[in-house]
């Protein structure tokens, strides 16, 4: 997760680590982001560093005590890109808030400013190519020098923090995509410098050149930047929905209605809350007087407003809609379940997908490569391609420029034909590679998606926490779903109560709800709630123990009481008689002993989800192989099986063996989705797991995939790598669906940058040139350079699109 203060841990080398958080600015391309985490992992201590081009962040472990977080900030800074070190905040809002409300008004105000420049630049030097048309003369526009000028002012003023990062980049040994646009801009510009101070070379000026590609630049900045910060938009909807303010009150059960308004970050634990109707929740906590519906829709994806009362939980940031209610503060600040949900999406954007580690290799030597281009396409026009195809040099005035554009263009006189040298169409066609080139596009093909699909997730209570995530699922064969809680409610009721002695069915469900007061697993809470029905008073008792899933004891009255499964008894050395043995299994049973005395037997049925039969029915229909694990009787997990079509049924599985079952699944092979020339060496099973409650918390851990539903403990939680903030057990199908569609988006935006680049630059280095005369002028490489990179954002965008209506039903 991405924290906001220092994280101490232990790797497993026992070294005292911590992470730390960088805002990092001025990263331009997937070579910048490459840079900046060589130069972090260089650094003494540093231990690891993930880097976001989207997000502007770099998440950094290091040993504690070898370096200072402020010097690996500074070290950034020296090196071009200016870095701070995130402060820890009481409240996770109010920092992320204010950072990122800073961030949006600066680029607003960049991108008005972009637009305004790119604006003049293009209509100047399109003007500038209106008049190589004979039949068109414009006053001051007809004149070289004028292009001159307007090409250095160009250059010295939009185009002077382009050129300065360049060389910066160049000369620290970290070549980025302004390396390359400076050096075509400059080289262009100078090229048509010496050609106007020395006409006798025959030189072409094409001032218009680096003018106009400074304009595409520019303009494909503020288009991408502005698709960038759509983006991020759902996160900044969840960080929006934290009120600032909080209405203290006094005892709640006073008639004194009197509140003060106070900033929510200085609300303490335990403090009381009053929310009016309309207001938003601003603090985790739980209902302590009123009664209302509360639309939790931004926060769990479910579209009904929920009824809360007394003793009902309350969400920060969900919105009250009908009555006044207090709350008992619970959770505050970074604890609260919202400040939660914005960590995790935070940590979701910054985690990588395994498929980038081939994007980040590639784009750390890229800007390299393609200069390297630039300089064989420079030598070899000049010195071979020029002698071995002689026409290139001789280009007519009417060749068709249609999207692909002749490369000379006629300078500012009238010429039907025009004679090129050697130099000046190596520089041109160099200068072209420099530009087209395009390592933006591979930066942002895998944050962009992330961003969007996470983004989307968290809008529909889906949190998928990181691009490793997606790939997994995208390679899942199998999916493992517990029973109690996940595929039925987890609310069993208690159907019937059967004595096996001389004692009443009452005696037996006191003694039974006194057990059981000690623990708070579903059994026990429907237990508790029908000794409550029936007005039954606990009794006496102590020395509670619990065996996870399997069963309770304690001394009531001073008699040793024990209730559990009938297998886990009869191991504490109970004896069941033929009539004890022969009760019939098909539903939940709890047996009661007294004094190692079978007493009588509790039972108990729970109801499925309504969505359930649907959701395991669609999970087969992808090809996933579904199976059910349960510490349940055999008979009551095959009749659950049945109704939902499950084949495959692990029953009277103890906490500690769900791990074992998942990790023996994982070591079988599969031919699922393997080539048939590779069907010889098929590979291992991936395993989801699905389930809640701390029993299932091992299993989650060991799964390839864990996911965890509403309702969960803490450590399932954490354990999980998609969490499931509805109460409908379809999300899981819905993440299954939006973590494929996000991983696609990665691999169709890695596809298109990749193959862009190798498409355009061989087109740039003139390889059309000699058998159709055409090639890529340096100011449309620019506009294709840019279009490039808005073409991937664009495509994370549409994957919206794909999910109109993918809600919580």
């Known amino acids: 997760m991405v924290q906001l203060s220092p994280k101490t841990e232990e790797t497993p080398s026992q070294l005292k680590t911590e992470t730390i958080v960088l805002d ?29 081009l989207i997000t502007e962040v770099a998440v950094v472990e290091y040993e504690f005590g070898k370096v200072q977080p402020q010097t690996l900030a500074d070290k950034l800074t020296c090196v071009g890109f200016p870095s701070n070190l ?44 209106l008049q190589h048309l004979e039949s068109i003369t414009i006053p001051v526009i007809g004149n070289i020098w004028f292009h001159g000028g307007l090409a250095t002012l160009a250059l010295s003023i939009p185009g002077r923090e382009i050129i300065i990062d360049g060389w910066k980049g160049l000369r620290y040994g970290m070549a980025n995509m302004n390396t390359l646009v400076g050096i075509g801009t400059v080289s262009s510009y100078f090229a048509s410098f010496i050609a106007l101070l020395f006409p006798q070379l025959g030189w072409e000026c094409f001032f218009d050149e680096p003018v106009m590609l400074l304009g595409f630049i520019l303009l494909g900045r503020l288009l991408e930047g502005q698709a960038k910060n759509r983006t991020s938009d759902a996160l900044e909807a969840l960080i929006a929905l934290q009120p600032p303010v909080a209405r203290l009150i006094g005892d709640p059960f006073n008639e004194d209605t009197s509140s003060i308004e106070i900033p929510v970050e200085q609300v303490q634990m335990g403090e009381w809350i009053r929310v009016l109707p309309g207001e938003k929740i601003p603090v985790d906590g739980e209902v302590v007087t009123g009664e209302t519906l509360i639309n939790e829709s931004l926060v769990t994806g479910e579209s009904i407003p929920v009824l809360k009362q007394v003793k009902d939980k309350v969400i920060a940031g969900t919105l009250n809609q009908s009555g006044a209610i207090a709350v008992k503060t619970t959770h505050i600040g970074n604890d609260t379940t919202l400040a939660r949900i914005i960590a995790s999406v935070e940590d979701a954007q910054t985690r990588k997908a395994p498929i980038q580690k081939f994007a980040d290799t590639v784009a750390g030597y890229f800007a390299y490569g393609v200069m390297t281009i630039a300089l ?15 026409q290139v040099l001789e280009i007519s005035n009417h060749s068709q420029s249609i999207g692909i554009e002749a490369l000379e263009v006629a300078p500012l006189s009238s010429s039907h034909h025009l004679s090129s040298s050697p130099i000046l169409l190596s520089v041109k066609l160099a200068i072209a590679v420099l530009v087209v080139a395009c390592p933006c596009a591979l930066g942002l093909a895998t944050p962009t998606a992330i961003l969007v699909g996470t983004g989307i997730g968290a809008e529909r209570g889906l949190l998928i926490k990181g691009g490793d995530v997606l790939e997994k699922v995208h390679q899942l064969d199998t999916i493992v779903f517990d029973k109690t809680g996940t595929l039925t409610l987890g609310c069993p009721m208690v159907t019937d109560c059967i004595p096996l002695a001389q004692i009443s069915p009452q005696r037996l469900l006191q003694l039974a709800a006194t057990v059981e007061s000690g623990t708070n697993h579903p059994l026990a809470i429907a237990i508790l709630e029908e000794a409550q029905r029936q007005k039954l008073l606990l009794l ?26 009938k297998d886990w008894l009869k191991e504490q050395g109970i004896i069941f008689n033929e009539r004890e043995a022969s009760i019939k299994e098909d539903k939940t049973l709890v047996y009661i002993v007294i004094e190692k005395e079978v007493q009588g037997v509790i039972v108990l049925e729970d109801t499925l989800r309504p969505d359930a039969k649907e959701t395991i029915t669609c999970l087969q229909d992808k090809g996933l192989e579904v199976i059910l694990v349960t510490g349940d009787h055999q008979i009551v997990a095959e009749s659950i099986a049945q109704q939902l079509g499950i084949n495959q049924v692990f029953s009277r599985v103890r906490p500690d063996e769900k791990a074992i079952i998942i990790q023996s699944l994982q070591q079988q092979k599969t031919k699922a989705q393997i080539p048939s020339f590779l069907t010889a060496h098929p590979r291992f099973k991936k395993v989801a797991m699905v389930g809640d409650g701390i029993n299932d918390a091992p299993a989650l851990a060991q799964a390839d995939l864990g996911v965890s539903l509403q309702g969960a403990t803490e450590i399932a939680l954490d354990t999980a790598d998609i969490v499931l903030m509805g109460t409908h057990l379809s999300s899981v199908v ?3 669906d939006l973590s494929l569609a996000t991983f696609n988006k990665i691999r169709q935006n890695l596809f298109w940058a990749l193959g862009y680049n190798l498409l355009t630059i061989p087109i740039a280095a003139g390889i059309l040139l000699p058998t159709l005369g055409f090639s890529v002028s340096p100011a449309l490489a620019g506009g294709f350079m840019a279009c490039s990179s808005i073409t991937v954002v664009t495509n994370s965008l549409l994957l919206r699109s794909q999910f109109p209506n993918l809600s919580n039903k």
């Open 24 to 52: 990092v600015s001025e990263m331009k391309c997937a070579g910048c982001v490459k840079a900046v985490e060589r130069q972090l992992s260089k650094q003494p201590g540093v231990v690891s560093a993930c880097v976001n």
């Open 86 to 129: 995130r402060n820890s905040s009481n409240s996770v809002f109010s920092l992320t808030h204010a950072n990122t409300a800073k961030r949006k008004e600066q680029h607003k105000q960049q991108y008005k400013w972009k637009l305004i420049t790119a604006a003049i630049l293009l209509i100047f030097s399109g003007l500038g190519h």
């Open 376 to 390: 064989l396409t420079f030598v070899f026009w000049l010195g071979i391609g020029t002698k071995i195809y002689p």
């Open 540 to 565: 006496k008792a102590e020395h509670f123990q619990t065996q996870a899933g399997l069963g309770v004891s304690a001394i009531v009255e001073g008699k040793s009481v024990l209730l559990g499964h």
């Open 734 to 736: 819905q993440s299954v």
